[in-house]
């Protein structure tokens, strides 16, 4: 094998960085040591000459984040501790208590719960893959775990508390990223006081899935532990296939009496069915006509792999105004594969195409590192919530050798025979020695300025220097060597209206560079996007969270990958446009009912391009909805509680492919759950969750290159869970 080229800066790029760094924060510690301290920590410092007060509390790192289904605080989008109303930017945080009620297992579920977030291609349903805003794809770096990037291909475990989306661009403080947004799975930390839960649950598919959650103070010291674990051993609902993992998450968290310090770690084993979906008839329109059970490949169509994940979160609070934070992950993810994958469809017979793959040897690996300096200060009679910082990621895959056989024609849909094509062996060398290899330094700056008691204005810059490595073959081919930097504003405006009214509205921009293994593409400039949005608000009925948002999003230099004689190819379209509506609602209706509901609208479509001018962007639906209710039913019986629910969510037509040739048609799916509390020493739930009600068979995304992958979303399923907290 070649030797990799290492990812470097240069001495000019070097030189510009370090003189970024040490100018920002030779500025923000002389504004640390400036600033006058407060009296102590209930006192209150103005925000301006008028009569605005806000608290400077040590406390205020600390606010409950959600209460129920509602949100409350999110550090997701400023990366400070803001009420959800002082943010001129939509955040939706779907709860702990809605992933519990909803016993969601994926981050796919988890998700239908919010506004303009789809499935797309999941890579055979291995991979978490999201479209936001119009905009996404698998491996594209926008699912974070705890604020940072990670290599993780399912970012949704039994460690998960909440899930955070930002909505639109976030480059200005998360770097290279799609402008649709970013996902931030937010995880369980230690608790200084004993606690923890056991449970069990079992499928109608068959097999089911046990977990342990234990968390509590270390006698005699400052130190909290948390360990999680969880085993899965799942029949896969279609005609063969099983599903195990494993799953073990301790973590340990020093509280001082100014500083915190978590170290945490994740370590997933996993083996999953690679499964491609259905095939899609481009005469008829819709999916061929055999049981949605029916795979078309073989038994060893299966992903093998393990994940790990270390974090260091780090806060010390130097006085009541300045905090610095120090956030650290390294993740990494190795897994083989294999696959009798579709390459033809003749619609007259039914006969397949297969040719036999397998990756044996990908890893992938994640450094991220960010250090924060936030700061409560008043300047000039205004006051001022600062945050400037400094940020390193390193990414780097390797898949090893590729496997590849001849297509051979050896299947019919009709007529399913397995086992006739057994595993391929032939390695290929102008496919192996896949390789990726990014390297980013940044630096921002950012102020939210409370410029009366009903404006605020949040102002924000970075700087990105980055470079790019990527290529295949034996010998290796350089497909992608590039060096290149950006400058990334944001500026947003909220204007309290009343103290539960918000009207808001950001301009902003993001970058994603080019790259490509499969094919040269020289250095090609990056795609950006300019986004703006405004809306508003609510705080309703002193229990509910709401919003209403429209957004506009233009990017240009898109890079598409199509599927021509067998063979990868990159184009890129000129621009690409997106814009819609979106409505988000969660919260408390009453003491006994609960809600989360949205509904969104996108028009995204290519502008300017050759070939797909005009082209709906795939697995891009115009509208999404959902509704979930709950009502909890107070001493049924001896203190006991039960608590009902039900809803659903709905997706309309999405394009299955770059061309338009099909389109995947949209669904309706309905769910309902029950749980009954028993009041004792050790509470007991037992909850019975029925998902897809009425057996619809629906396509939740395509591979967007071809009509021949498509996954099918799950039949009926019901779920039977006991519980004990301790």
């Not at 702990?96 to 239908?112: A, G």
Request: charged share 20%.
């Amino acid at each position: 094998m070649t030797e990799l080229k290492p990812s470097f800066l240069g001495k000019k790029g070097y030189a510009l960085f370090s003189a970024i760094f040490i100018g920002t924060l030779a500025s923000s510690v002389a504004m640390a040591a400036e600033a006058p301290a407060a009296a102590s920590s209930s006192d209150k410092t103005t925000k301006d000459a008028g009569t605005m007060t806000v608290e400077a509390s040590v406390a205020d790192a600390d606010k409950t984040m959600t209460s129920g289904y509602q949100p409350l605080n999110s550090t997701t989008a400023t990366l400070t501790n803001m009420p959800l109303l002082d943010i001129p930017q939509v955040v939706n945080t779907v709860s702990d208590r809605v992933i519990e009620d909803q016993h969601s297992t994926t981050l796919d579920e988890v998700l239908n719960n919010v506004s303009n977030v789809v499935q797309t291609n999941t890579l055979g349903g291995t991979q978490d893959a999201f479209v936001r805003r119009g905009f996404g794809s698998n491996r594209d770096g926008s699912v974070l775990t705890n604020g940072l990037k990670t290599v993780l291909p399912r970012s949704f475990n039994a460690a998960t508390e909440r899930v955070e989306v930002l909505k639109g661009p976030a480059s200005t403080l998360y770097g290279i990223l799609d402008p649709g947004g970013l996902v931030n799975v937010i995880t369980k930390r230690p608790e200084r006081t004993f606690g923890g839960s056991v449970s069990a649950t079992s499928t109608s598919f068959g097999g089911g899935t046990g977990t342990v959650d234990l968390t509590g103070p270390i006698e005699g010291t400052n130190l909290a532990y948390r360990l999680i674990g969880s085993y899965q051993h799942e029949d896969y609902w279609r005609n063969f296939g099983k599903e195990r993992s494993s799953f073990i998450a301790p973590s340990l968290t020093w509280f001082g009496d100014d500083a915190t310090v978590n170290v945490s770690y994740a370590h997933r084993n996993y083996s999953t069915p690679f499964d491609r979906g259905t095939i899609f008839d481009l005469n008829t329109g819709n999916a061929v006509n055999v049981s949605r059970e029916t795979r078309f490949d073989e038994e060893y169509n299966i992903t093998d792999g393990e994940s790990d994940l270390a974090q260091l979160n780090a806060e010390y609070r130097i006085n009541n105004q300045w905090t610095a934070k120090f956030d650290y992950s390294f993740s990494q993810d190795k897994y083989s594969d294999n696959q009798a994958r579709v390459m033809k469809y003749d619609a007259a017979t039914g006969n397949l195409t297969r040719r036999v793959d397998a990756t044996q040897g990908s890893t992938q690996r994640q450094h991220s590192a960010r250090f924060d300096l936030q700061g409560d200060v008043v300047i000039g009679g205004l006051y001022n919530e600062i945050l400037t910082g400094v940020a390193y990621e390193n990414y780097d895959l390797l898949r090893t050798d590729m496997i590849r056989c001849k297509n051979v024609q050896d299947f019919n849909i009709y007529n399913p025979s397995y086992g006739s094509t057994g595993k391929c062996t032939s390695v290929s060398a102008a496919d192996s020695d896949q390789t990726i290899q990014q390297v980013s330094y940044s630096t921002y700056v950012q102020d939210s300025l409370y410029l009366t008691d009903k404006w605020i204005a949040v102002g924000a810059l970075r700087y990105q220097y980055f470079t790019e490595y990527a290529g295949k073959g034996r010998p290796f081919n350089v497909n992608t060597d590039s060096t290149d930097n950006a400058w990334v504003p944001k500026f947003g405006l909220v204007y309290k209206a009343t103290p539960t009214i918000s009207l808001f509205g950001n301009v902003s921009r993001s970058f994603m560079p080019q790259y490509s293994i499969a094919s040269y593409i020289g250095e090609l400039p990056p795609e950006t996007a300019t986004a703006w949005e405004a809306g508003a608000k609510f705080d309703l009925f002193d229990g509910v969270t709401a919003n209403v948002t429209l957004f506009n999003i233009n990017k240009n230099n898109v890079l598409y990958t199509e599927t021509i004689n067998d063979e990868s190819v990159a184009k890129t379209a000129g621009r690409v446009r997106s814009r819609g509506v979106e409505v988000d609602v969660a919260g408390a209706l009453t003491q006994n009912i609960n809600v989360i509901a949205s509904y969104g609208y996108t028009d995204a479509k290519v502008m300017e391009d050759p070939d797909y001018k005009g082209k709906m962007l795939p697995n891009v639906p115009r509208h999404t909805g959902s509704l979930f209710l709950t009502y909890d039913f107070h001493n049924v019986y001896d203190g006991n509680t039960l608590t009902v629910g039900g809803g659903g969510h709905a997706v309309s037509r999405r394009s299955g492919d770059n061309g338009e040739d099909y389109s995947l048609q949209g669904y309706a799916v309905a769910d309902a759950f029950a749980a009954y509390k028993i009041k004792a020493e050790h509470p007991v739930t037992l909850q019975v969750n029925v998902k897809n009600i009425f057996d619809k068979t629906y396509y939740t995304s395509s591979i967007a290159t071809n009509n021949l992958s498509n996954q099918i979303g799950d039949p009926r399923e019901v779920q039977f869970t006991v519980k004990m907290d301790f």
